[in-house]
């Protein structure tokens, strides 16, 4: 059976280790290959021993990257530009498709892995799709390093410029990198969705029926508000995103991991 490698980034302590664990599960689960699984991180205490670690690099770009970012106000922003590397698993073979650590998995995987093969593929940003503008969205992402390590070399080669034109935006960096070299195709939007826009009604209607799942949904992304906890117990913190409890989200996020990996890891 072919091998799937998978890979997230877990810097800080704003995510706990059950979310890298929960996000293993629910891709192992729903994916037609072998997982090889990695998570880059400077935490690992916590996280499942079938996950590979890759530790936190301190990147050679990393204070003119940030004197950009501050100017950007993107504290914190771009950290995955790290994952692009070529060589950063030696022994790798075919692509990598990554994921936030804010996402749900909810569906078969497979179309997104294996489609676009040698491609640079992510979904396309909501707001920027409403605005008519070419930018993916970095929640879910799919490269090959071997083909794609410019992704690293050119912010390595120009840290500030590079992070001055994105704006500080690492899914701008990324996707614009990839279309400028014609190198990029987007996910399916009815594949990767997002909570607060495709799942969640919009006043009065969200105060009366639970969140629901789009049928073709593979992925659900909470950026922004709320997030998972907050979306599985029902979230009151806006009138605008204001949820009921969603038990779809508790299933697929908790219960399915729970009985998969053991209470202990999820």
């Known amino acids: 059976m072919p091998v799937a490698n998978i890979i997230c980034i877990k810097w800080g302590t704003l995510f706990g280790p059950e979310y890298v664990n929960r996000l293993y599960s629910g891709v192992r689960r729903n994916i037609d ?8 991180t400077e935490h690992p205490d916590g996280i499942h021993p079938d996950v590979e670690i ?15 970012l501050a100017v950007a106000n993107r504290q914190g922003a771009m950290r995955k530009v790290s994952l692009f590397r070529q060589g950063l698993v030696p022994d790798l073979e075919g692509p990598f498709l990554g994921f936030d650590l804010d996402v749900v998995i909810t569906g078969d995987l497979t179309p997104i892995w294996s489609m676009a093969p040698g491609k640079v593929a992510m979904r396309h940003d909501w707001i920027e799709a409403r605005k008519g503008r070419p930018t993916g969205h970095g929640s879910v992402f799919r ?6 390590g410019y992704l690293y070399d050119e912010i390595l080669a120009n840290p500030y410029r590079e992070v001055e034109t994105a704006r500080g935006s690492e899914q701008r960096y990324t996707s614009h990198k990839a279309m400028d070299r014609g190198d990029f195709e987007y996910i399916p939007g009815d594949w990767v969705v997002s909570f607060k826009h495709g799942c969640l009604d919009l006043p009065p209607l969200n105060y009366l029926r639970e969140p629901r799942l789009p049928d073709d949904a593979r992925v659900v992304c909470f950026h922004g508000r709320p997030k998972m906890p907050e979306a599985v117990d029902g979230y009151h913190g806006s009138l605008l995103r204001w949820s009921r409890p969603c038990g779809w989200l508790r299933e697929h996020w908790i219960d399915r991991a729970t009985r998969d990996l053991g ?3 999820a």
């Open 143 to 148: 490269f090959d390093p071997a083909l794609h």
């Open 33 to 40: 290959a072998d997982v090889r699984f990695f998570c880059m």
């Open 263 to 265: 209470p202990e890891w």
């Open 54 to 68: 890759l530790d936190l690099p301190v990147e050679p770009f990393h204070e003119e990257m940030n004197k950009a």
